[in-house]
């Protein structure tokens, strides 16, 4: 049995098209086609990729001689960059979670501390007919972040919160990328 019957056989056994075979190892379908007519040999990698898919002996494709199949030593391939896709993009979710978090965070403990430290609070008051501009002790945010110079802690919050969104909108346009014309999905 030559290289290119085996590899259908070994194909349909398997129940999978050559289209599903060229996908798993990154070549046309063309490629396969040629291969399981003898038109062409795979490269040595190519070879070993097929042992490991079909659970075979590259001594049992190659050799014309062996009609009998040998269990191969290696384990099956595993499915091609499924997870390596999932675990990018989730990825990208927990950095934008964790990014973002942080600078919810961060602004959301400068309102509570606010709202419990005294700072210098900016009033007005009028006397005798004028009006006087003072500071006086007191709670609020903006008192809170001049009294005690917080305003690069507040830009930093900012950013981060910034860039917590944008890292979400990267994952959420590679979780639902855009439709092309008619309705179809780019391939």
Do not use: N
Not at 55 to 77: I, N, Q, R
Not at 155 to 180: E, R, T
């Amino acid at each position: 049995m030559t290289f290119g019957e085996k590899l259908q056989k070994l194909r349909r056994q398997a129940g999978m098209s050559q289209e599903e075979l060229a996908e798993r190892l990154s070549v046309s379908r063309q490629a396969v086609s040629r291969w399981e007519l003898e038109g062409a040999l795979p490269d040595a990698g190519k070879i070993v990729s097929l042992s490991r898919i079909f659970s075979v002996t590259t001594d049992y494709l190659l050799k014309d001689e062996l009609e009998f199949s040998e269990p191969a030593e290696t384990p099956p391939e595993p499915a091609p960059s499924a997870p390596q896709k999932q675990s990018v993009g989730k990825g990208l979710f927990i950095a934008s979670c964790i990014t973002g978090g942080l600078g919810a965070l961060g602004f959301l403990v400068i309102a509570v501390l606010s709202s419990m430290i005294q700072s210098m609070v900016p009033y007005s008051y009028e006397e005798g007919g004028m009006t006087w501009y003072s500071t006086r002790p007191g709670y609020s945010f903006q008192g809170f972040i001049e009294t005690y110079r917080l305003e690069a802690i507040l830009w930093i919050c900012g950013g981060l919160l910034i860039i917590g969104l944008l890292l979400f909108w990267g994952w959420w346009s590679k979780k639902h990328p855009p439709g092309l014309p008619g309705g179809r999905k780019e391939e």
